[in-house]
């Protein structure tokens, strides 16, 4: 990977890749304002430039050309990229094996900038663990992720769906990352609690998982924790960047929090982008850890900077004990 920064959650979705009119599995009333209204109003006039960034790109390439010309501006030297799997759902109408290799030739087209990992659907079965093996071996997919608890209405733990999944994983010495946080509107949020993470810890103790999001919004004490006690288990903080000031100081608090234990060693900066891309490009929320944590109240050192932006991820995904 190249030397820099490396985000360590993020997504190269393509809105060609969407059905006309996408399936989602809420099924509870609409909230208003929706959760991506919420976010692509609270900074009218970033989300305007947004849409016009992305009403101007005609092709993936340009897509994928944008975001590298972000990370760069971030300082960020690589990323990784979690390719949701949403076929079965029908929110995609492009296979999902097109979409992994459409992802891997933007690797291929960028040397040492992206690490990719492919989100199956437990939902899949057998064949979603050959999808998985598929993606490591003939396309040089790095992990599996991001799973999707709350969209594909599976628990974490289910050891007939979920764990033969993981057992490929510990075949092919991948890591794992698993969404822990339910977003408004979310079917079931109980699918996401963390707690669930602990008995496929127990049960693959030398498999590295990721709580992404770190329990956003009902349970990052649980994540905090549990990557503190529980070898294995990690952390991102994809999810965290709202715009207001209370969840500025909440997120800054864990990053504190965690640099001041074990987990020190465990979490890990991620964007979710370009999911909050309306609200903050990736420059701007670097900044308030890097720069404006001061104004907070809170103070990171280079060591732990290294930490949180780089080091932790390495670990994570080369298998290094916790």
């Known amino acids: ?35 991506l209204e919420s976010v692509a109003t609270a900074r009218p006039e970033r989300a305007a430039e947004y849409r016009r960034l992305v009403s101007s790109l005609k092709s993936y390439d340009e897509y994928a050309d944008a975001f590298v010309r972000e990370m760069d501006e971030a300082g960020i030297g690589a990323a990784c990229v979690h390719a949701m799997d949403r076929e079965l759902e029908g929110y995609y109408r492009v296979p999902y094996w097109d979409i992994l290799q459409q992802i891997a030739k933007v690797r291929d087209r960028y040397p040492d900038r992206f690490v990719l990992f492919c989100g199956i659907d437990p939902r899949r079965g057998a064949r979603g663990v050959e999808l998985l093996e598929r993606a490591v071996k003939e396309l040089g997919y790095r992990g599996m992720g991001e799973m ?15 764990y033969p999944l993981y057992r490929k994983c510990m075949e092919l010495n991948i890591p794992v990352s698993t969404n822990t946080s339910s977003i408004p509107g979310a079917a079931i949020a109980k699918v996401c609690d963390p707690m669930l993470l602990e008995a496929v810890n127990f049960d693959f103790p030398d498999l590295n998982i990721c709580l992404s999001s770190a329990g956003l919004p009902y349970w990052f004490e649980t994540a905090l924790m549990f990557a503190t006690q529980k070898p294995g288990l990690y952390i991102d903080t994809a999810d965290w960047q709202a715009v207001d000031e209370y969840n500025i100081r909440l997120y800054l608090q864990l ?31 670097i900044d308030i850890v890097v720069n404006d944590a001061p104004k907070y109240g809170f103070q990171f050192t280079s060591e732990e900077l290294d930490l949180y932006f780089r080091r932790n991820f390495e670990d994570f995904l080369n298998g290094v004990p916790a």
Request: hydrophobic fraction near 35%.
């Open 1 to 35: 990977m190249r030397p820099g920064r490396i985000d360590a959650h993020m997504h190269l979705e393509w809105a060609g890749w969407r059905a006309a009119k996408p399936v989602r599995p809420q099924r509870t009333r609409k909230s208003r304002p929706g959760w």
């Open 148 to 162: 999707l608890p709350h969209y594909h209405l599976f628990s974490p733990d289910d050891a007939r769906v979920v």
């Open 255 to 285: 990053l504190r929090r965690a640099m001041d234990s074990a987990c020190r060693y465990k979490i890990m900066y991620g964007s979710d982008n370009p999911v909050y891309r309306a609200m903050y490009n990736q420059k701007e929320w």
